[in-house]
Every structure is written in structure tokens, then in C-alpha cells.
């Protein structure tokens, strides 16, 4: 999933600059018609203190005017979204490890209905379980979860998830779904640091928690969809997935500290996991039983990325996925 704090940022609007920089000047002015009333709004003022809050109301503004965001665009929004993620985490430089995820990945993605894309996938050095989507395909995994990964067809499944995320383009369509005062006081008060004060964090909890939550709840589903798809079409064991969901809900007794990143973009139940389970049972199951699980270079990944320098002090701490 894509992390909230990072991912619906902005869209760079080239091809449609005089329409976008109109739409930008009036989007605040729009927001302050139509919002709640005790909604705390961000100001003029507070929006030209970022040029991404200006960026990201460019977006806000095409959006509200029936405009699609092109598959350029929203590469463009994961470009930026990954230069920041890049600066603020720490990424696993290691070629080895990066060669086997991405070969991983992307024997997955490109035989999805998205293949065009240019996919990246990485790693993060931190101990915590998680993995996340940025839009244009920007896939991002801890090595957390690489490490509480049993077999090649768990990750290949978490893999199969989050390109689902991307496939399905939903990061962009939540933007497009929210209404443009919502937008405009969840996100540019919110995802940028143009407006973070305890007004614009109350403006997010009203207007825009909910309908996020709502989406979030949904999108989950229909990326758990893809990746049973796309794994099955890369030719690998699809219950991969629910033995790693499984796995995941056992230890969050013991090592909440450890997968609490995960329930909270993740949220993973047994009913989650038992429709998991029921649409892979609706698939042909003498095919499936000829699927890989597993081989000696996940195990020899694996054992690799245990063996890289510790992660830093403080890498626990991370946008949720």
C-alpha cells in the first residue's frame, strides 16, 4: 500500500500548465466555498510557504475539472515520491540484494497488464515488516519482512500485492474519487509540511480520514486480487500470500512492535484471510500443484540480506506502507 505520508502527493502537470497554474491559484479559494464549516482550512498564506502544497493543488484543481492524470503524470508523481523516500530512509545499496529483488519483481510485473512500465523495486534497511507502492511503479519492501519471509512464494506474494497497488492505479484514483475540498484540506494541509500544525491534522481527521480509510479497506481487496493473479500468471504457488498473512497474525502478540506497521496499512484478519483463501480455491488446483515455492536463490537472498550491516538507529521509524 501506498505510504499516506509520501504517495498522493503531487502530480507535475506538464502539457496542461496554464490550466493547472489557474486551477492552483483558485483551488484554496474553492476549498474555503465548500468545506464543512468548523473545518480548519490551510490559507493562502500557508499554501505559498511550499511549492509542493502548490504542486499538489495543481493536481487538486485538474482533478476537480474532470481531468484524468496521464500514466506520465503519475510516473512522475512516484519519481518525486521516491527521490524523497530515497533521502529520508535507508535504502539497502547492496547490488546482489537489489539484483535478485528487482529480477523477483519483476518477473512478476511485466506480465501484468502494466508491463509497459519501467518498475523499481528496493529495499529498505529496517527491521520493521512492511512494504509499500508509490505510483508508476516504485515498489519498496523491508528487509524486516524479506527476513520473516519463509519461502520465495511468501514474498513473491507480498511482491504480487503491492504491484497490484500499482496496476490498479490507486493511488491516483483516490484522488480522483475525493471530492475537491476534501483534497485540498487532507492532503495540502496534511502530506506536505506546508501546514503541519494541529489545525491541518484536525482538517485531515474530518474531512479526509474517513474516505481514505474507506478506500484503503477497499484497495487491500482488490490488490490481494492481483496478487493472486499475478503471481499465478508468473507461474508461482499463490498460498504463498496466506501462509505470510497467517505467519504475520500469529506473531503480532509476541512482536507487536515488530508487524504494527503493517496491521496499520495491512489490516489482516482471518476473514481477510479466509477470502484470500476461498478465490484461490477457485482456481484450477491441479495447475496450481505444479507452481514454484520456493528455490536455493531466495534461500541464498535471503541469508544475504541477514548477513548486511545492521540496520541504523532509528530505521524502525518509517512512513507506513
Same mark, same amino acid.
Given at each position: 500500500?501506498?505510504?499516506?505520508? %509520501? ?57 476537480? %475539472? ?46 501484468? =497488464?502494466?508491463?509497459? %512500465? ?5 529495499? *529498505? ?29 511468501? %514474498? ?59 478506500? =484503503? ?11 493472486? *493473479? ?92
Amino acid at each position: 500500500m501506498a505510504p499516506p505520508t %509520501l504517495s498522493r502527493r503531487r502530480a507535475n502537470a506538464r502539457g496542461a500548465r496554464p490550466v493547472a497554474h489557474d486551477a492552483a491559484r483558485r483551488a484554496p479559494h474553492h476549498a474555503a466555498r465548500h468545506a464543512p464549516a468548523g473545518i480548519p482550512l490551510c490559507t493562502g498564506a500557508c499554501v505559498r510557504a511550499s511549492g509542493r502544497a502548490a504542486a499538489l493543488l495543481a493536481l487538486v484543481g485538474l482533478l476537480g %475539472l474532470g481531468c484524468g492524470v496521464s500514466q506520465q503524470q503519475e510516473v512522475q508523481m512516484g519519481q518525486q515520491d521516491a527521490q524523497q523516500i530515497n533521502a529520508q530512509l535507508p535504502i539497502v545499496g547492496d547490488a546482489a540484494a537489489n539484483q535478485y529483488i528487482n529480477e523477483l519483481g519483476n518477473s512478476i510485473a511485466r506480465l501484468t =497488464s502494466r508491463g509497459d %512500465l519501467a518498475w523499481h523495486f528496493a529495499i *529498505v534497511n529496517s527491521p520493521v515488516i512492511n512494504a509499500f507502492a508509490l505510483p508508476g511503479g516504485y515498489i519498496y519492501v523491508d528487509r524486516g519482512l524479506i527476513q520473516q519471509a519463509d519461502r520465495m512464494d511468501q %514474498l513473491a506474494g507480498v511482491l504480487g500485492h503491492e504491484i497490484g497497488h500499482v496496476v490498479r492505479r490507486h493511488a491516483v484514483k483516490q484522488m480522483q474519487q475525493m471530492q475537491t475540498a476534501q483534497v485540498g484540506a487532507a492532503l495540502a494541509c496534511t502530506l506536505t509540511d506546508a501546514c503541519q500544525s494541529a489545525a491541518g491534522q484536525s482538517a485531515l481527521n474530518v474531512a479526509g480520514a474517513a474516505v481514505f480509510a474507506k478506500f =484503503s479497506r477497499q484497495d487491500e481487496k482488490e490488490a490481494d486480487d492481483e496478487a493472486i *493473479v499475478n503471481v499465478v500468471r508468473a507461474g508461482i504457488q499463490p498460498h504463498g500470500l496466506v501462509e505470510f498473512f497467517q505467519k504475520l497474525l500469529a506473531q503480532q502478540p509476541g512482536q507487536p512492535s515488530l508487524v504494527q506497521q503493517w496491521f496499520a496499512s495491512h489490516p489482516t484478519d482471518q476473514a481477510r484471510i479466509a477470502d484470500v483463501e476461498g478465490r484461490i480455491q477457485q482456481l484450477d488446483q491441479s495447475r496450481l500443484a505444479g507452481m514454484r515455492t520456493d528455490d536455493a536463490r531466495f534461500q541464498d537472498f535471503k541469508h544475504h540480506v541477514e548477513s548486511l550491516p545492521p540496520p541504523p538507529p532509528g530505521a524502525a521509524t518509517q512512513p507506513t506502507g
